[in-house]
């Protein structure tokens, strides 16, 4: 079994480094110390790690202890260990390389971002090592994290604009996709252009905000709520046990979304029409035998029954789960 030091991933991973001698090696290294970064190594298959002192402060570890993967994995978010354990075993397959970022929650309970940096050694095709860098980028992901806000948000509500909604809609069919989305909700607010017409503009604003707020705290469970065009809203909702769990949610949340706003003395009626459209599952193969997740036709399909219920003032709500939208 080979022993890969992390030292020696400091020098094959560095780039700059032309002359492979120790004085640029103790070169890299200082410079290496004047920001939040380490060295790291794999071997496999037993997963032994190797790692320099920056890689133990950014987990928040002591460098006295030989760090255990399944332990430091615990460490990393859902989302950012999937993603690299996914990344991880195409690269080793592979004989490749990756880069992520990822979130992790050190034993301190301090939340930092990293970058990870990947590359395989391997000997006739195969595998036998991965090593790279780890650097923190809390910093930089706060700053790039504002920006994205500021892009990205409704500045009115709050919530998502349809910038942030098209991304969605023009995402790939992914299993990741398929595993996070459960159903599409859509709702347009009724009467809205009376409230303008009788009582201005800003108390429109003040029930457009309101109304914002109120889909924000019946669904907090949401991937994604956004303000798609004057008054109407979109809610991204996760997969749940049964589709009739998600129509019963929203019947029990109309009565509170449809509260009459309070503003400068007078209370402004609320009406709203929903359309909702379930993502497709095991239930709904395709020919094909795999499920199959289009975002722009589970919309379309949002957007009839939206419609629906617009021109039945009796429904609330239109359910489209029974259409083939898949």
């Known amino acids: 079994m080979i022993h890969f030091h992390a030292n020696a991933a400091i020098k094959d991973s560095s780039k700059v480094i032309n002359d492979d001698g120790p004085d640029s090696l103790k070169l890299y290294e200082r410079a290496a110390a004047l920001v939040p970064m380490g060295a790291w190594s794999c071997n496999l298959p037993g997963n032994e790690l190797d790692w320099t002192e920056g890689v133990y402060d950014l987990f928040g570890l002591s460098a006295r202890n030989i760090p255990d993967r399944r332990t430091v994995l615990e460490m990393y978010d859902e989302e950012s260990r999937e993603l690299l354990e996914y990344k991880r075993s195409k690269a080793v397959e592979a004989c490749s390389r990756f880069t992520l970022d990822a979130r992790i929650v050190r034993p301190d309970g301090m939340e930092r971002w990293i970058r990870i940096t990947a590359a395989t050694r391997a000997c006739n095709g195969r595998a036998e090592a991965l090593y790279g860098m780890k650097q923190d980028i809390t910093e930089d992901h706060a700053r790039w994290e504002h920006l994205r806000q500021q892009a990205e948000c409704d500045p009115l509500t709050g919530v998502a604009n349809r910038s942030r909604f098209q991304q969605f809609l023009e995402q790939p069919d992914t299993c990741a996709l398929r595993g996070r989305v459960g159903a599409l909700l859509l709702f347009d607010l009724d009467g809205f252009k009376k409230i303008n017409d009788w009582w201005g503009h800003a108390a ?77 599952t095991a239930a709904s193969l395709s020919a094909c035998g795999e499920i199959k997740l289009d975002p722009q036709a589970l919309f379309i399909a949002a957007d009839k029954a939206l419609y629906e219920a617009k021109a039945n003032p009796a429904l609330a709500l239109v359910s489209a789960s029974n259409r083939d939208y898949s």
Do not use: K, T, Y
């Open 204 to 280: 429109g604003d003040a029930c457009l905000a309101a109304f914002a707020e109120r889909l924000r705290r019946a669904f907090p469970q949401a991937h994604l709520i956004s303000r798609i065009g004057g008054d109407e809203f979109a809610v991204l909702l996760p997969p749940a046990p049964l589709n009739l769990a998600i129509e019963g949610e929203v019947h029990c949340v109309i009565g509170h979304l449809l509260s009459p706003v309070a503003w400068n003395g007078d209370l402004l009626p609320l009406g709203v029409s929903v359309g909702l459209a379930h993502a497709p």
